[in-house]
Structure formats: structure tokens, C-alpha cells
């Protein structure tokens, strides 16, 4: 787990200020979707985005670093992943 990441147990307790269901939408749909998205949520506040596409779990914590957000972790759910970003700024 990298730092700043919560555990599944932790990231199922979030109420995201902002769900952003990208699932059956190729990349970058969903990093994009996230972009826009990111924008609708409070500073602080958790972005949760669900995607089935495996590249989002790649790019959406390098999206997040490179913005000056958190990543705060992803869960595996059966044909999807939920993954979860704070805004910072």
C-alpha cells in the first residue's frame, strides 16, 4: 500500500462527495471523467470513480500525484474497481 492509501476496510467506510460511474468505458474515459469530476467536489472532500478498465488503476493515482491530489486507494469489486481520490486544492 503507498503512502496516503487506506486499506478496503477504510476506503468502504468513505461517503465520496462525488461518484463518477466510468465502468464499460474504455481509457481514458474514465481519467477523464475524473478530471471533470474533480471539480464538482469540495477541497478535501473523496472522489470515488468505478471503472472496468484495468489502465484506470494505473493512471488515476499518477493523475492524482501529478494534480497535487491524494490517491487514497482502490477496491476490487467482482468486474469493476472502485477507486478513490481527495481533492486537495
Known sequence: MAEGQLPPEELRKL????????RGVACPGPLLAAKQAITEVPVGGVLEVLSSDPGTKRDL???AK?????????????????LFVKRMK
Do not use: M, N, Q, S
Open 66 to 82: 501529478k494534480t497535487g491530489h491524494v490517491f487514497l486507494g482502490v477496491i476490487e469489486e467482482r468486474g469493476y474497481w472502485r
Open 61 to 63: 493515482p499518477l493523475w
Open 15 to 22: 461517503k465520496p462527495d462525488k461518484v463518477v460511474d466510468a
